[in-house]
């Protein structure tokens, strides 16, 4: 009986507890999605009358690393509200292609409430909603591409902590003010003529051409351009004539624009296009380094598969120099430190192990196989050796030598008998 009370209270302990972690977790998970803008953005905002609820946008350059704020004021036009140094973000310059290559994304997005993500494991975050219309035009693929907090990025714009509570919350209020989706500018760099002019020889600079077109009609008209997409490129502030619609993939319809806007865009582009040639035979600083198209996307994807299946791989991806030539960023060698890391790092060893049992037996194997063919050769040589002391003739021994052959034949001791003879014979014996 007693053990039957002592767990029922374990049971109601545990469950009392749990109940309390779960309330502790809704608690701060409200309190970082729920802060407040500091004192002096909201004084700021005052002064450029900004409502507390206005609409907002947000711009991102890569080369820079800066993610701007930007909020609508009375007037209905946009001004700068907040820039925050980037903490983190990874690849190249250049737009991202296919999951897995760590670019992170270039082009016209918007975010909706439904992506504000209070339970981030990096703080807070808001997915940036790649891919976009533009993308899966172009059949490019990824998923979770997002601006959070916790300073780390594999793909993604990165913040710290601090700096992701105020982009959030300018987001939250505008979506409370009813803004239903605010839109995210992301380019590689800040697009100056000088800027443009540096990465004239770039492979991207096509497409970073057609972002300009973007950036420059937000720059005439501080209100963020409306974004299509026809015949896989992107188009702005366009009006598409009578019932017709734009397909991402198809014929651009009859459209047009307002006559205020097209004068006003050929008017900054005359200007542009000057300054443009001016750099032409002036020293620039040197370009950044840039994604070399979807080849060089595919190899760090494949760098990022083997990666996260823990195989040992350089510590940084791979790149891919213009001339298509591979060069590895690093010779140091790792794995990550996940499960499946140290998962990979035990087959590795297990594998290891047995390649040197395998080895040390074929090699025992060959010292067996080669000592038994020794044994072979020198029995064999044996054999031929008696063969060939068999089949030679047999040498006549010399003839035996006896005394009476010795005297008759003179020699030493028969001359020396003559000479007595002939001695005695003198005397007459």
């Given at each position: 009986m007693i053990s039957k009370f002592t767990r029922i209270g374990l049971l109601a302990a545990a469950v009392a507890l749990a109940g309390c972690t779960e309330s502790a977790l809704e608690s701060a998970v409200g309190a970082k999605a729920n802060k407040q803008l500091p004192e002096r953005i909201v004084t700021q905002m005052k002064a450029k009358?900004?409502?507390?609820s206005s609409p907002v946008m947000a711009?991102?350059?890569?080369?820079?690393g800066k993610l701007e704020i930007w909020k609508q004021k009375s007037n209905g036009r946009y001004d700068l509200i907040a820039s925050y140094d980037i903490c983190k973000w990874s690849g190249q310059l250049g737009p991202k292609f296919i999951e897995g290559d760590r670019q992170a994304p270039e082009g016209f997005y918007t975010v909706g409430p439904g992506q504000l993500n209070p339970r981030?494991?990096?703080h807070l975050a808001f997915n940036m909603g790649y891919p976009n219309a533009y993308d899966r035009a172009h059949g490019r693929?990824?998923?979770n591409l997002m601006v959070h907090g916790g300073c780390s990025s594999s793909g993604c714009y990165s913040m710290t902590d601090e700096q992701v509570e105020e982009i959030y919350a300018f987001a939250r209020d505008a979506f409370s003010g009813g803004q239903r989706e605010f839109q995210i500018q992301a380019f590689?760099?800040?697009?100056?003529p000088?800027?443009?002019?540096?990465y004239r020889n770039d492979p991207n600079y096509a497409f970073w051409s057609m972002l300009k077109e973007g950036y420059d009609h937000f720059e005439i008209t501080k209100v963020p351009p409306k974004v299509d997409v026809?015949?896989?490129?992107?188009v702005f502030n366009q009006v598409p004539e009578g019932s017709a619609a734009f397909s991402p993939t198809g014929m651009c319809p009859p459209m047009s624009q307002p006559d205020t806007l097209i004068s006003a865009y050929q008017s900054q582009k005359t200007s542009f296009d000057?300054?443009?040639a001016s750099y032409s035979d002036k020293p620039l600083p040197a370009p950044r380094d840039s994604i070399a198209g979807i080849a060089e996307a595919k190899l760090v994807a494949d760098w990022t598969k083997r990666r996260s299946r823990g195989e040992r791989v350089p510590l940084d991806p791979p790149a891919m120099l213009g001339d298509g030539a591979i060069v590895a960023s690093t010779e140091r060698m790792g794995r990550i430190d996940s499960p499946a890391g140290r998962r990979q790092a035990a087959l590795d060893a297990a594998a290891a192990e047995k390649k040197r049992i395998e080895d040390e037996k074929a090699a025992a194997a060959a010292q067996a196989r080669a000592e038994k063919e020794a044994e072979k050769i020198a029995a064999a040589q044996a054999k031929l050796q008696a063969e060939q002391a068999a089949a030679a003739p047999v040498a006549a021994p010399p003839p035996a030598v006896t005394v009476e052959d010795s005297n008759a034949g003179g020699g030493l001791f028969g001359s020396v008998r003559k000479r007595v003879g002939s001695i005695g014979n003198l005397f007459g014996g």
């Amino acid at each position: 009986m007693i053990s039957k009370f002592t767990r029922i209270g374990l049971l109601a302990a545990a469950v009392a507890l749990a109940g309390c972690t779960e309330s502790a977790l809704e608690s701060a998970v409200g309190a970082k999605a729920n802060k407040q803008l500091p004192e002096r953005i909201v004084t700021q905002m005052k002064a450029k009358g900004m409502p507390k609820s206005s609409p907002v946008m947000a711009r991102v350059f890569k080369e820079e690393g800066k993610l701007e704020i930007w909020k609508q004021k009375s007037n209905g036009r946009y001004d700068l509200i907040a820039s925050y140094d980037i903490c983190k973000w990874s690849g190249q310059l250049g737009p991202k292609f296919i999951e897995g290559d760590r670019q992170a994304p270039e082009g016209f997005y918007t975010v909706g409430p439904g992506q504000l993500n209070p339970r981030s494991s990096y703080h807070l975050a808001f997915n940036m909603g790649y891919p976009n219309a533009y993308d899966r035009a172009h059949g490019r693929t990824g998923s979770n591409l997002m601006v959070h907090g916790g300073c780390s990025s594999s793909g993604c714009y990165s913040m710290t902590d601090e700096q992701v509570e105020e982009i959030y919350a300018f987001a939250r209020d505008a979506f409370s003010g009813g803004q239903r989706e605010f839109q995210i500018q992301a380019f590689p760099f800040r697009m100056t003529p000088e800027n443009m002019a540096r990465y004239r020889n770039d492979p991207n600079y096509a497409f970073w051409s057609m972002l300009k077109e973007g950036y420059d009609h937000f720059e005439i008209t501080k209100v963020p351009p409306k974004v299509d997409v026809c015949e896989k490129r992107y188009v702005f502030n366009q009006v598409p004539e009578g019932s017709a619609a734009f397909s991402p993939t198809g014929m651009c319809p009859p459209m047009s624009q307002p006559d205020t806007l097209i004068s006003a865009y050929q008017s900054q582009k005359t200007s542009f296009d000057a300054a443009f040639a001016s750099y032409s035979d002036k020293p620039l600083p040197a370009p950044r380094d840039s994604i070399a198209g979807i080849a060089e996307a595919k190899l760090v994807a494949d760098w990022t598969k083997r990666r996260s299946r823990g195989e040992r791989v350089p510590l940084d991806p791979p790149a891919m120099l213009g001339d298509g030539a591979i060069v590895a960023s690093t010779e140091r060698m790792g794995r990550i430190d996940s499960p499946a890391g140290r998962r990979q790092a035990a087959l590795d060893a297990a594998a290891a192990e047995k390649k040197r049992i395998e080895d040390e037996k074929a090699a025992a194997a060959a010292q067996a196989r080669a000592e038994k063919e020794a044994e072979k050769i020198a029995a064999a040589q044996a054999k031929l050796q008696a063969e060939q002391a068999a089949a030679a003739p047999v040498a006549a021994p010399p003839p035996a030598v006896t005394v009476e052959d010795s005297n008759a034949g003179g020699g030493l001791f028969g001359s020396v008998r003559k000479r007595v003879g002939s001695i005695g014979n003198l005397f007459g014996g």
